[in-house]
């Protein structure tokens, strides 16, 4: 199989010296310094719907997008819509849901939309290509992190497992509502909090699962990770769908990337690592900072979030991005 992480390894880079973060260094975003007040970031995430509510996938769809920004401690401005969709097989009633979920979402975020771009498509897909400004020397870079740093979550984890179950029928409406409440939720708060309280660095938890992103975090700073299971907070129903064996089929794939870069307890069931990298959308804020800081940030964390401590990161010569998992 064609190996994402690779192809975009071998990208051109850019030596402009006012590209202060992005892909090539392992970031959420670009950061591009525009005077010594202010740089650009942008982003830009789009994917199928994850949902069977037209509203709801619009919602989350945005959120997602707009979390990136916010990974980085950024305030996003203003966003272009990012449209697939088959005009000629499903009811124009449906794009009009998709887009105003969407739109509520990125105004509730205090941005505009201000345009996009849509083209026919057999299976819809939704998103954002987003901008927004931050401080060139106050934003949270994912490779920031220091020896010692607690790492902290601030939504549950098991969107993929909920989501796949959800296709199959199977899920509780009310596990599904509860993974839809979560994952539409902006992450704005999360970002105030890390800001206020001196985060080292920061990600947010998507597609690569909680292990991935963590590890990625803990390689891009030089340093390795350790997770307390018991720590780590759960969607309601996530579980019981993922004992059940309702796991999406990205899960494996998450795993495979992290083979050799894994030390599991013995007691750690197969379910809690299949959770561990289950393929998160729209996932909460994964934060690092000093031992002494969490106090600050669990007091500036406001509305729905979470700030739950789940690990910590450490100096270990030669384990850069590996994770013990306990
Ligand atoms: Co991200």
């Not at 105003?100 to 290509?129: M, N």
């Not at 009310?174 to 105030?192: V, Y």
């Amino acid at each position: 199989m064609a190996d994402l992480a690779h192809v975009l390894r071998h990208l051109p880079r850019t030596a402009d010296q006012r590209l202060l973060a992005g892909a090539a260094f392992g970031d959420d975003a670009a950061i591009y310094q525009l005077n010594a007040e202010i740089a650009l970031i942008q982003s830009v995430d789009f994917f199928a719907p994850i949902v069977d509510d037209p509203y709801s996938y619009g919602q989350i769809a945005a959120a997602n997008a707009l979390s990136d920004i916010y990974a980085m401690g950024g305030q996003p401005l203003v966003a272009l819509n990012i449209v697939a969709f088959p005009l000629k097989s499903l009811p124009s009633s449906i794009l009009q849901e998709i887009l105003k979920g969407g739109s509520d979402k990125v105004q509730e975020a205090g941005a505009s939309i201000i345009g996009g771009h849509t083209i026919e498509d057999d299976e819809p897909k939704y998103g954002l290509a987003v901008t927004g400004t931050v401080s060139p020397d106050r934003f949270v870079p994912s490779a920031g992190a220091k020896a010692g740093d607690r790492l902290i979550l601030t939504k549950p984890i098991g969107t993929g497992v909920i989501a796949t179950a959800g296709k199959e029928r199977t899920a509780p409406p009310g596990d599904i509502d509860e993974a839809i409440r979560w994952m539409s939720a902006l992450n704005r708060d999360a970002a105030t909090a890390m800001l206020a309280a001196g985060a080292h660095a920061a990600t947010d938890v998507t597609g690569f699962g909680l292990l991935g992103h963590l590890s990625e975090l803990a390689r891009a700073s030089g340093l390795a990770a350790e997770i307390d299971v018991s720590a780590v907070p759960l969607l309601p129903g996530a579980l019981e769908l993922a004992r059940a064996g309702h796991i999406p089929g990205g899960t494996q794939t998450n795993l495979d990337a992290l083979r050799g870069k894994l030390k599991v307890a013995g007691d750690i069931g197969s379910e809690w690592l299949s959770l561990l990298a289950d393929p998160q959308t729209s996932g909460g804020l994964l934060v690092t900072l000093p031992d002494g800081a969490v106090p600050a940030f669990e007091a500036s964390i406001t509305g729905q979030m979470l700030a739950a401590v789940v690990g910590k990161l450490e100096a270990r010569e030669g384990r850069a991005g590996h994770v013990q998992i306990s």
